[in-house]
């Protein structure tokens, strides 16, 4: 059975800290890693992926991926109310289909 | 680019009837198309798989006749819940697998999501 696990949360934090997201995942064939996006009665929406090992940055998001531990995460700097959604850990087996975490419900308190 | 259009995006219809989703990759072709199905506060289940040109593979508990996907061309896929009852109600989402020029990475992009109630 391969997993995604995820801390359902929510997890709360104050406006401007930094929000730290985490996933693991039990397929060591795993090749790419997903964070997804999703506000209540709206679909997911793609915040950004990574299938090397280490830090990719995007704006304020950073994903950071260790294949050895099996484990990635998505740290959101300086968090705005408007970070406050659901997110969504993916990933993508080799030759298989994406496989979801249930998701973690971030709230930034203003 | 990865601009996806799903239609409806909300559909009342009365139990028994069927109700028919579209699905457009408008910038990209889409060799590959997930259904997916989401109940309030929970989370997104997978339907079904389907190819372009070949016959949907859908996961174990859903009713292939029940759930007709049509993925006919690389831009354009179908749901059509037939016979609709008020348990099918739930909000479904296509989402056509994006290619990633360069990266070789295959991205999993989403519609915006048809909210089907059945009365």
Known sequence: ?110 | GAVVSQHPSRVICKSGTSVKIECRSLDFQATTMFWYRQFPKQSLMLMATSNEGSKATYEQGVEKDKFLINHASLTLSTLTVTSAHPEDSSFYICSPLMEVQRSGANVLTFGAGSRLTVL
């Not at chain 1, 795993?30 to 090992?53: A, C, T, V």
């Open chain 1, 1 to 110: 059975q391969k997993e995604v696990e995820q801390n359902s949360g929510p997890l709360s934090v104050p406006e401007g800290a930094i929000a730290s997201l985490n996933c693991t995942y039990s397929d060591r064939g795993s090749q790419s890693f997903f964070w997804y996006r999703q506000y209540s009665g709206k679909s997911p929406e793609l915040i950004m992926f990574i299938y090397s090992n280490g830090d990719k940055e995007d704006g304020r998001f950073t994903a950071q991926l260790n294949k050895a531990s099996q484990y990635v995460s998505l740290l959101i700097r300086d968090s705005q109310p408007s970070d406050s959604a659901t997110y969504l850990c993916a990933v993508n087996p080799f030759f298989q289909n994406f496989v979801f975490g249930p998701g973690t419900r971030l709230s930034v308190l203003p």
